[in-house]
């Protein structure tokens, strides 16, 4: 087929058309036509990912990856491209796909397409004669991002995850590349992958954009018909027809800094059933979170979330239902995993068929090409599988991974490479079937009723103290929103209390969002059904005692990062935005929470100065913080998007510090903040303060637009960005959060004026004003243990660094 037809717009805002189509190259092509997108997104995705890689190259996929971004021998390096017109570029590496994904002005949908296939169509840099060098410092990249990685739980449990896979299996060995996996004579390999596997018949592409399908279409077909045809082969390790992946039906406990209680149920499936019963696969998901599991397991106290999905990470064709335990509940895994077995089964009794998802939440548009590309290449992998059986897992052992805070010492085992430390899970080879499901989880329940239609149009204050009331609004269904003072962090130890409520409204196609902040805390509904009931059980959830904030987890420049939307409390009232005047109970309610937050106190911050060590190196985070004016809000994102791309290529390809470098922009109640972040393995915290301190000095006045077409297209993308919201969601999201601020006027408004305002000058003052302001200053240290490829021992054990602030301007 060499032509589009056009499909259901599911989890499309309303007015959104979506089609398909393929070319006659065979690459195979997803758009959306959604006319309220600020911004064009694209995704094109390769059949191929880390399962593909020949075994003396692992890491190879991740590699070429890397590669496809160096600097062309004529124009802009796509990186560069994207930067200079204000927008965002990313890729991403998994066991059968590999997508590469740009956010955009609209109006440069087509050359970013027409770049986009050029990027993987004709990589310069496996024919070009400096190669070699170039590819020795992308492995050095990579070696740097392996050793940061060391740190990750997402790494580990892929390490420990392997355990469960068949020796001969490619999925058996790391493939996340470091120096040695990498060594030998890589870029042969590399082209040899190359010409293997970056063919259209093996890629899919996605495109979200306002424009209409028919322009799109024509774009795509422009650039797409350049990407080389014929076909690709299967995976070097393994071919699709190759036998089971698993071993015997088992378990694994291992541990991980930043990660404990986590219980991974995996319900393999027979080859090709993902592709043939996609929608009786996402019923199941979805039945599993509808509440019912999650209020049985809260109820004995194990629970703190629950998740479900067909399309677990790094764990081929399954079914993944991931359990966070309590300490009472780590202690239960097993009497957990029989209520999980049984309520899967209970699920599977009602039909042999479960048939389609009962709702369809509405979809992010900022990752939904990403997701249609590597949904549609793993589809397209098992494809050619013989027909699949129904979906029948009532009587399948799941496989099982445990991450526990300490395993039993004396049995310890540790993953080659990652030296993951892991213990073995015994199941029996055939077990018992599951017990009856106990029938004793009964979420609460509310109602449905129909609502009369409130007052229309702005939202107007109705009510002043103690409780400020808002009616009003645009929405076309009912919602109700209320926000309160809170002193201390306690948003985890809610969404604990309030799973299965949540759960349950969303199954019956509600939309709720908890959050928590430094204006407050806050819980917002919209649905069908009576939303009072349902706002004072939330509120009935409330905890009582503030908690303090657990130890992150992840890389240490993301904890960096994740500093800058943390801010301290500032005053605020309880207040309400509904279609009609809150019940006199809710408003009491409402009220008790409100006085009850204040008088708990803030947690005791000290507990985060000791951390649990997080791979290796050291991260270092310059924060800058403005004023909350409109033009300073703007100026601190243009910044950002001016510095981002060559700060990077300043660290990481010229001074060689690493592999995290970034600049990032956050607001925290209101207030922009600005951070510059480094993570390296090689480098002390003082090198790294003098590196971004020497940018600044020497590259941040000289890298700002003064005027003419680039200003222009900087501004654009800006204003591109901060446009009217995408959704109906989306809009009433900021209006509530507006009305949180104590305005009707949403804040995206409030920046298009001030973005009329924005020129160089005003630019290069604001630079200026922060430069010279020691008071704008934060520094932020992290430091990890070192870690040691081919080391049997753990990593080391020694404490990261407390958060280490330190004043001055260059």
Do not use: K
Not at 121 to 139: C, K, M, N, S
Not at 215 to 243: D, M
Not at 609 to 630: C, D, R
Not at 680 to 693: K, N, Y
């Amino acid at each position: 087929m060499t032509d589009w037809r056009e499909l259901p717009p599911r989890g499309l805002p309303p007015g959104s058309r979506l089609a398909e189509g393929r070319l006659a190259n065979g690459l195979e092509v997803r758009l959306a036509e959604v006319p309220a997108a600020r911004q064009a997104r694209l995704a094109l995705g390769v059949a191929a990912g880390w399962l593909d890689e020949p075994p003396r190259h692992r890491g190879l996929a991740h590699l070429l990856e890397h590669c496809l971004f160096h600097p062309r021998r004529e124009g802009l390096a796509l990186a560069d491209w994207v930067g200079a017109v204000g927008g965002r570029y990313n890729a991403r590496t998994s066991e059968a796909t590999t997508d590469y994904h740009l956010s955009l002005p609209a109006a440069q949908l087509a050359e970013g397409l027409a770049r986009l296939v050029d990027l993987v169509a004709a990589p310069d840099l496996l024919t070009d004669e400096a190669a070699p060098e170039a590819v020795a410092r992308e492995i050095a990249v990579i070696d740097a991002e392996f050793r940061a990685r060391r740190g990750d739980p997402a790494l580990h449990r892929l390490a420990a995850l392997s355990r469960l896979v068949a020796v001969e299996h490619p999925a058996r060995g790391c493939h996340a590349g470091h120096r040695l996996s990498l060594g030998g004579a890589p870029c042969p390999a590399l082209r040899a992958f190359h010409r293997r596997h970056y063919r259209a018949s093996r890629m899919v592409l996605a495109s979200l954009a306002p424009q209409p399908l028919a322009h799109q279409w024509a774009a795509i077909q422009a650039a797409g018909q350049r990407l080389p045809g014929g076909g690709g082969g299967h995976a070097v390790g393994v071919s699709n027809a190759a036998a089971w992946r698993w071993t015997a039906p088992g378990g694994v406990a291992w541990r991980s800094p930043g990660v404990s209680g986590a219980l991974e149920l995996l319900w393999p499936l027979q080859p090709g059933t993902r592709a043939q019963h996609a929608d009786a696969l996402e019923a199941l998901a979805l039945g599993l979170e509808d509440g019912e599991l999650a209020a049985a397991l809260c109820r004995r106290g194990w629970l703190q979330d629950l998740s479900a999905t067909a399309w677990p990470e790094g764990a081929g064709e399954a079914l993944a239902l991931t359990l966070r335990l309590s300490e009472s509940g780590e202690r239960h895994w097993g009497e957990a995993a029989e209520l999980c077995r049984s309520r899967l089964a209970s699920l599977l009794a009602r039909s042999d068929d479960p048939g389609a998802p009962a709702r369809l939440p509405e979809e992010a548009l900022a990752t939904w090409p990403q997701r249609q590309v590597r949904r549609h290449c793993a589809l397209n992998r098992c494809r050619a599988e013989a027909p699949a059986p129904a979906v029948q897992l009532s009587g399948t052992l799941p496989r099982l991974l445990l991450a526990c805070r300490e395993l039993p010492p004396g049995q310890v085992r540790r993953v080659p490479e990652s030296a993951t430390p892991w213990v073995p899970l015994a199941w029996p080879r055939r077990g018992p079937p599951p017990p009856p499901w106990p029938g004793d989880a009964d979420p609460v329940r509310w109602v449905a009723a129909s609502q009369r239609r409130g007052h229309q149009g702005e939202p107007r204050r109705c009510a002043e103290r103690p409780l400020t009331v808002w009616r009003g609004g645009t929405s076309r269904r009912p919602w109700l929103c209320l926000g309160w003072p809170a002193s201390g962090e306690r948003l985890a130890a809610w969404e604990t209390a309030s799973l299965p409520l949540r759960q349950a409204f969303r199954a019956r196609g509600g939309e709720l969002w908890l959050g928590e902040d430094a204006r407050g805390a806050w819980l917002a509904l919209r649905g069908e059904e009576a939303l009072p009931p349902v706002a004072l059980a939330l509120l009935e959830a409330w905890p009582r005692a503030a908690l303090p904030r657990a130890p992150g987890a992840g890389l240490l420049a993301q904890r960096l990062l994740a500093r800058l939307s943390q801010a301290e409390a500032t005053p605020s009232l309880p207040l309400c935005w509904a279609e009609a005047p809150p019940a006199p109970m809710l408003r009491r309610r409402l009220l008790e929470v409100a006085s009850a937050a204040v008088a708990g106190g803030r947690p005791d911050r000290r507990r985060e100065a000791s951390v649990a060590p997080q791979g290796e190196g050291t991260a270092l985070m310059l924060l800058f913080q403005g004023e909350s004016t409109p033009l300073e809000r703007l100026c601190l994102r243009l910044l950002g998007q001016c510095h981002d791309r060559p700060f990077l290529v300043e660290m990481r390809e010229r001074r060689g510090l690493g592999y995290v470098a970034a600049v990032r922009y956050r607001e925290a109640a209101g207030r922009p903040r600005l951070g510059y972040v480094v993570q390296s393995p090689g480098a002390d915290a003082e090198t790294l303060r003098l590196a971004i301190e020497g940018f600044l000095v020497v590259q941040g006045r000289a890298l700002l637009p003064s005027g003419g077409d680039e200003l222009a297209r900087r501004l654009a993308a800006l204003r591109a960005d901060l446009a009217v919201p995408e959704s109906e969601a989306e809009a009433w999201r900021c209006q509530w959060q507006a009305l949180r601020e104590g305005t009707c006027e949403p804040d995206w408004r409030r920046l298009e004026r001030a973005l009329e305002a924005l020129d160089g000058d005003v630019l290069r003052g604001c630079l200026e004003r922060l430069l010279a302001r020691p008071d704008a200053w934060q520094w932020h240290r992290l430091q990890a243990a070192a870690c040691h490829l081919g080391r049997s021992g753990a990593a080391g054990e020694r404490h990261s660094s407390a958060i280490s602030p330190r004043s001055g301007a260059p």
